[in-house]
């Protein structure tokens, strides 16, 4: 019994860290995501991602073949060894040890460059299918109403389309491909080992029920861990992505350590993720190697006690080549799992990422075309708007049933205090939102019945918060539409009045347009604006307080671009400042979601009511403002 007990210690150490292992598997609970975040299975995650690597399967069969022959080096090399020993311990001739060391050589020259060729096919296969996911991505995000997007931190989606895609890249040009090798060059040892002695393979597979118990318990921990690292992340990015971009209010209120303490508090929040990380798989690595060691240690004790005293084993005989060749084959059997459990890590972080991209893309768009939709090739610009109620939350109605109707070509202007639903009616027109009662028409025709790409291309939106693309001033009035001149463009630009500050400019329609195109005033911004949307030639023009905070040699340069916009189609206009819509042929007085008057200017100063107050005391302003 004496001579077993290093036998039974090896036995008490691991089934000793396996019960440690098993109570911190039932103890610990994993968390649930939260938010639109879920739980998804790996299985279904994999599934998923392998649509996007099937019309490569060419590149992963020839993957696959390259492998194959590469792989035949890790099964014969030890069998090589073991041949080399017994070729030195007796009598040998020097050129057939040279030949032996030549076949070993060549063996692992081809084995290397089966190994680079695995490399380029499946870096340049893995670039693929990261820019078909991105694209996907990106394309999804386009199509979400601007209720979904409202709801999503920017830096969050930023975080999907960029880390989340690189660490799915690394699943397919390294991980699954290093996965599949390794299980075949265990599969390949595991069958030269029973070929060589079943006896000692036996010893060998009394310690795969440990590995598969361990890697079990070790990827819940995993999973967890990568979740809380992406999690962090993403909430690092969205910090940044916001606090950057609004960085000058910060400055102008002086609130820079508080935003510092913030950042340091988010970054300590990943930097513990990333430790919690790092100790899980710090445990499992040197768990699966301690695995190994004790293989080693009962090879080297039941072989050498069998070849030392000269007395077979379960009839198996040992030898000191056999000894050798399987001290290399343990290592060969266990290497690549030790390599499984370091991409496991990769694998983990993978599958997590994957999980939240499938989430963006399992967001179901709540504005779609209806399956009978049609597209229009043009458009009148007839609108009319009948008891139409909207509310953003249930039950808190925005629009109370409105109704009214803008025949082709006239200027109508909505008027009224913040938060009465004059913004909301023409992001509605544009199908921005669906609405939830009543109905809204195009030319007599349903505008859930009309393409929604269709329906926008008609519509030219001029905004007060001109957002202007990094680039330059050509780049940002075409917004990549072919097959514009630059002729085009500053005819166009002379239309609206724009060419009056481009000429100015050293490189004209080629000068650098910086962030949010903050070297520009905001005159200039809104006169580049018209310019690109009268280029796209629409049919109705929405103006959403596109003349507020404009100083008063450029209004003069606005005003006049708005007279001659008049003539291209129906205008829609919402302005506080009632002296720039006296000329509007329909004024729509709004509150509180309902309308209270509309009419003329004339019209509606006569009736004394809501507009005449408004107008009056505004009139009221200007003149103590001008003194």
């Not at 303490?261 to 300590?268: N, V």
């Not at 940002?476 to 724009?498: F, K, P």
């Not at 206009?573 to 209270?596: C, F, K, P, W, Y």
Request: with cysteine.
């Amino acid at each position: 019994m004496r001579e077993y007990f290093p036998i039974l210690t090896i036995g008490a150490i691991i089934g000793t860290f396996t019960l440690i292992l098993l109570i911190a598997f039932f103890s610990v609970k994993d968390k649930r995501a939260m938010g639109f975040e879920r739980n998804m299975p790996d299985r279904e995650i994999l599934r998923r991602l392998f649509v996007y690597a099937k019309p490569y399967w060419k590149n992963f069969v020839v993957v696959l073949f390259v492998m194959l022959i590469s792989i035949a080096y890790d099964i014969i090399s030890p069998l090589m060894i073991g041949h080399i020993e017994e070729t030195v311990k007796d009598e040998f001739e020097m050129s057939y040890l040279l030949s032996v060391v030549a076949v070993y050589a060549g063996i692992l020259v081809i084995s290397m460059t089966c190994t680079y060729i695995q490399a380029i096919i499946l870096q340049k296969t893995g670039q693929k299918i990261l820019s078909s996911l991105r694209m996907d991505i990106f394309t999804h995000i386009e199509s979400l109403s601007h209720e979904q997007l409202n709801s999503i931190p920017v830096g969050k989606l930023v975080t999907r389309v960029t880390n989340d895609t690189n660490a799915i890249s690394m699943m397919f040009t390294k991980v699954l491909a290093t996965l599949v090798k390794n299980f075949a060059v265990i599969l390949g040892v595991l069958c030269s080992m029973l070929f060589l002695n079943y006896v000692l393979t036996l010893v060998v597979l009394c310690f795969v029920p440990f590995v598969l118990l361990f890697t079990v318990i070790f990827r819940k921990f995993s999973r967890r861990a990568h979740r809380g690292v992406t999690d962090s992340r993403t909430d690092l990015n969205t910090f940044l992505s916001e606090n950057l971009s609004g960085i000058k209010i910060t400055q102008i209120f002086n609130r820079e350590e508080e935003k510092m303490d913030t950042f340091l508090e988010k970054s300590k929040k990943l930097q513990r993720a990333k430790l919690e990380r790092m100790f899980v798989f710090g445990i499992f690595r040197p768990m699966i190697y301690m695995l190994h060691i004790c293989t080693v240690l009962c090879l080297l004790y039941l072989g050498g006690k069998g070849y030392i005293k000269d007395t077979p084993i379960l009839g198996q005989v040992m030898t000191s080549s056999m000894i050798v060749s399987f001290y290399m084959y343990a290592s060969k059997f266990f290497n690549p799992i030790e390599t499984m459990a370091e991409h496991f890590d990769t694998l983990q972080s993978a599958l997590a990422s994957a999980e939240k991209i499938f989430t963006i893309l399992d967001m179901v768009p709540n504005v779609v075309d209806e399956p009978d939709a049609i597209d229009l090739p043009e458009i009148k610009g007839e609108i009319e708007f009948k008891d139409v109620w909207f509310s953003y939350e249930p039950n808190e109605w925005i629009l109370k049933g409105v109704s009214f109707h803008v025949k082709p070509r006239q200027t109508v202007a909505f008027v009224g205090a913040t938060g009465a639903g004059k913004s909301t009616i023409l992001s509605l027109i544009c199908r921005n939102y669906d609405i939830q009662k009543g109905q809204i028409l195009i030319d007599g025709i349903d505008i859930k019945k009309i393409k929604i790409s269709s329906l926008r291309r008609h519509f030219g939106q001029m905004l007060q918060d001109v957002f202007l693309f990094s680039g330059t001033i050509r780049s940002n009035i075409v917004l990549q539409m072919d097959g514009v001149s630059d002729e085009e463009v500053m005819e166009t630009c002379r239309y609206v009045n724009a060419d009056s500050f481009i000429n100015k400019l050293d490189l004209g329609l080629d000068e650098v347009v910086q962030d949010r195109g903050n070297n520009f005033s905001a005159g200039q911004r809104q006169l580049l604006s018209f310019a690109r949307t009268i280029l796209h030639k629409p049919s109705v023009m929405i103006l959403d307080e596109a003349t507020a905070n404009i100083d008063t040699e450029t209004e003069v340069l606005i005003q006049d671009s708005l007279e001659k916009m008049k003539n291209i189609g129906t205008m829609l206009i919402v302005a506080h400042r009632l002296s720039t819509i006296q000329h509007a042929d329909n004024i729509i007085l709004l509150s509180m979601g309902e309308i209270m008057e509309q009419g003329t200017h004339q019209e509606l100063l006569a009736q004394k009511g809501r507009y005449y107050q408004l107008y009056t005391l505004q009139y009221h302003k200007e003149q103590l403002t001008q003194n």
